[in-house]
Antibody, heavy 120, light 107 residues
Framework: EVQLVESGGDLVKPGGSLRLSCAAS????????MTWVRQAPGKGLEWVGRIKTNPDGGTTDYAAPVKGRFTISRDDSKNTLYLQMNSLKTEDTAVYYCTTVVGFGEVDYWGQGTLVTVSS | DIQMTQSPSSLSASVGDRVTITCRASQSITSYLNWYQQKPGKAPKLLIY???SLQSGVPSRFSGSGSGTDFTLTISSLQPEDFATYYC?????????FGQGTRLEIK
């Protein structure tokens, strides 16, 4: 069964940085478009950004609130997705989910999520 | 950005009821509309993709319809395990956007 396991969530001060990782298994990671989706405590789902496969250019897209601060990357040799978060703000506090994306842009698999708390 | 508006925001219903949740896009997204179910403390689960296609393993009491700007998720006969929060998602264009969610509660 497809597994996505996020790690790296932590308590960080405003202005700080954090890198999240997502270890993928039981599917061909290099063939998968991947996204990060977040959910602030008690709130709804918010798309953070996506990365295409390297054959599709490996390009990234981001939501406006994180553009210029967050960077999504992938290491296909390690079956791992990353989210580098810089200049963190209190409003970035959320559970961050790593996901796969297929055909119509639907998310078919989600990780269990990792909590990022930005607070002084 | 395409705004997704769900209604109602919350809903009380009983086991066995037929329930419909609506999602409206601020502009046409053709059939690029997906529905998710989320239970407390869990990751969301895909129910319906491409507006009306049932994800593998999802019970047939769930169905989706619509195209363009107006979409519906219908649960034909509510079961106890269906009480959760439901989200629609626009996957037509970047940025991907979600509706605000519909919380389905037991009456």
């Amino acid at each position: 069964e497809v597994q996505l396991v996020e790690s790296g969530g932590d308590l960080v001060k405003p202005g700080g940085s954090l890198r999240l990782s997502c270890a993928a298994s039981q599917f061909t990671f290099s063939n998968a478009w991947m996204t990060w989706v977040r959910q602030a405590p008690g709130k709804g789902l918010e798309w953070v950004g996506r990365i295409k496969t390297n054959p599709d250019g490996g390009t990234t897209d981001y939501a406006a609130p994180v553009k210029g601060r967050f960077t999504i990357s992938r290491d296909d040799s390690k079956n791992t997705l990353y989210l580098q978060m810089n200049s963190l703000k209190t409003e970035d506090t959320a559970v961050y989910y790593c996901t796969t994306v297929v055909g119509f842009g639907e998310v078919d698999y989600w990780g269990q999520g990792t909590l990022v708390t930005v607070s002084s | 950005d395409i705004q997704m508006t769900q209604s109602p925001s919350s809903l009380s219903a009983s086991v066995g009821d037929r329930v419909t949740i609506t999602c409206r896009a601020s502009q046409s997204i053709t059939s690029y509309l997906n529905w998710y179910q989320q239970k407390p403390g869990k990751a969301p689960k895909l129910l319906i993709y491409a507006a009306s296609s049932l994800q593998s393993g999802v019970p047939s009491r769930f169905s989706g319809s619509g195209s363009g700007t107006d979409f519906t998720l219908t649960i034909s006969s509510l079961q106890p395990e269906d009480f959760a929060t439901y989200y629609c998602q626009n996957s037509y264009s970047i940025p991907i956007t979600f509706g605000q969610g519909t919380r389905l509660e037991i009456k």
